[in-house]
Protein backbone atom coordinates (compact mmCIF):
# COMPACT_ATOMS: atom_id res chain seq x y z
CA UNK A 1 0.00 0.00 0.00
CA UNK A 2 1.47 3.02 -1.54
CA UNK A 3 0.80 5.95 1.50
CA UNK A 4 2.53 8.49 3.41
CA UNK A 5 1.72 9.41 6.95
CA UNK A 6 2.61 12.21 8.96
CA UNK A 7 3.05 12.89 12.83
CA UNK A 8 4.45 15.47 15.67
CA UNK A 9 1.72 18.14 15.34
CA UNK A 10 -0.16 19.49 18.84
CA UNK A 11 -0.55 22.22 20.81
CA UNK A 12 2.54 25.03 21.08
CA UNK A 13 2.82 28.43 22.43
CA UNK A 14 3.87 30.84 20.36
CA UNK A 15 7.60 31.24 20.13
CA UNK A 16 7.99 26.90 20.22
CA UNK A 17 8.96 24.60 18.34
CA UNK A 18 7.70 21.64 16.78
CA UNK A 19 8.89 18.80 14.66
CA UNK A 20 6.88 17.09 12.39
CA UNK A 21 7.56 13.80 10.56
CA UNK A 22 5.91 11.95 7.43
CA UNK A 23 7.03 8.38 6.74
CA UNK A 24 6.82 6.91 3.09
CA UNK A 25 4.88 3.21 2.57
CA UNK A 26 5.34 1.53 -0.06
CA UNK A 27 7.33 3.36 -2.21
CA UNK A 28 11.08 5.21 -1.61
CA UNK A 29 11.21 8.92 -0.91
CA UNK A 30 14.78 9.50 -2.48
CA UNK A 31 14.48 10.80 -6.26
CA UNK A 32 10.89 12.17 -5.61
CA UNK A 33 10.04 15.98 -4.96
CA UNK A 34 8.73 15.81 -1.35
CA UNK A 35 6.90 18.93 0.17
CA UNK A 36 4.57 20.36 2.94
CA UNK A 37 1.72 22.31 2.63
CA UNK A 38 -0.54 23.64 5.08
CA UNK A 39 -4.54 24.75 4.95
CA UNK A 40 -6.07 26.97 7.11
CA UNK A 41 -9.44 26.88 7.66
CA UNK A 42 -11.74 28.09 4.59
CA UNK A 43 -8.50 28.49 2.77
CA UNK A 44 -6.39 26.13 0.03
CA UNK A 45 -2.91 24.37 0.49
CA UNK A 46 -0.27 26.56 0.51
CA UNK A 47 3.38 24.83 -0.29
CA UNK A 48 5.14 25.78 2.99
CA UNK A 49 8.88 24.25 1.59
CA UNK A 50 10.39 21.84 -0.78
CA UNK A 51 12.91 20.29 -1.61
CA UNK A 52 13.65 18.70 -5.17
CA UNK A 53 15.31 15.52 -6.46
CA UNK A 54 18.51 17.60 -6.71
CA UNK A 55 18.46 18.49 -2.58
CA UNK A 56 17.34 22.39 -3.66
CA UNK A 57 15.01 23.53 -0.70
CA UNK A 58 12.32 26.29 -0.77
CA UNK A 59 10.46 28.02 1.28
CA UNK A 60 7.55 30.30 1.04
CA UNK A 61 8.64 33.64 2.34
CA UNK A 62 6.60 33.67 5.82
CA UNK A 63 8.18 30.73 6.62
CA UNK A 64 11.61 31.27 5.60
CA UNK A 65 14.49 31.42 8.55
CA UNK A 66 12.42 29.64 10.45
CA UNK A 67 11.49 26.46 8.97
CA UNK A 68 13.80 23.24 8.10
CA UNK A 69 12.95 20.94 5.46
CA UNK A 70 14.92 17.66 5.69
CA UNK A 71 14.90 14.45 4.20
CA UNK A 72 15.97 10.98 6.07
CA UNK A 73 16.65 8.71 2.99
CA UNK A 74 17.56 5.46 5.72
CA UNK A 75 14.36 6.01 7.46
CA UNK A 76 12.18 6.56 4.54
CA UNK A 77 10.86 9.94 5.98
CA UNK A 78 10.67 13.89 5.88
CA UNK A 79 10.62 15.90 8.47
CA UNK A 80 9.61 19.64 9.01
CA UNK A 81 11.42 21.56 11.47
CA UNK A 82 9.70 24.56 13.08
CA UNK A 83 10.85 27.61 14.93
CA UNK A 84 9.43 30.55 16.47
CA UNK A 85 6.37 29.70 15.45
CA UNK A 86 3.50 32.21 15.28
CA UNK A 87 -0.04 31.91 15.58
CA UNK A 88 -0.76 32.67 11.98
CA UNK A 89 1.54 28.93 11.89
CA UNK A 90 -2.02 27.32 12.92
CA UNK A 91 -3.17 25.50 9.87
CA UNK A 92 -3.42 21.64 9.20
CA UNK A 93 0.29 20.69 7.65
CA UNK A 94 0.35 17.39 4.90
CA UNK A 95 3.49 16.05 3.43
CA UNK A 96 3.51 15.08 -0.12
CA UNK A 97 5.48 13.41 -2.81
CA UNK A 98 5.86 13.60 -6.65
CA UNK A 99 8.17 11.81 -9.32
CA UNK A 100 7.88 14.49 -11.36
CA UNK A 101 8.94 18.48 -10.88
CA UNK A 102 7.93 20.42 -7.76
CA UNK A 103 4.63 21.14 -9.26
CA UNK A 104 0.78 20.91 -8.53
CA UNK A 105 -0.84 18.35 -7.95
CA UNK A 106 1.39 15.90 -6.02
CA UNK A 107 0.58 12.23 -6.79
CA UNK A 108 1.06 11.25 -2.92
CA UNK A 109 -0.66 12.74 -0.24
CA UNK A 110 -0.61 11.97 3.67
CA UNK A 111 -3.99 12.91 5.78
CA UNK A 112 -2.41 15.69 7.47
CA UNK A 113 -1.14 16.33 11.43
CA UNK A 114 -3.07 19.35 13.05
CA UNK A 115 -0.70 22.32 14.34
CA UNK A 116 -1.82 24.90 16.67
CA UNK A 117 -0.11 27.93 18.21
CA UNK A 118 -1.42 29.72 20.79
CA UNK A 119 -1.02 30.93 24.32
Known amino acids: EVRLAESGGGLVQPGGSLRLSCVAH????????MAWFRQKPGQGREAVAQ???????TYVESVEGRFTISPDNAKNTLHLQMESLKPEDTAMYFC?????????????WGQGTQVTVSS
Open 96 to 108: AADPGTCSWPYVH
Open 26 to 33: GFTLTGNC
Open 51 to 57: INSDGRM
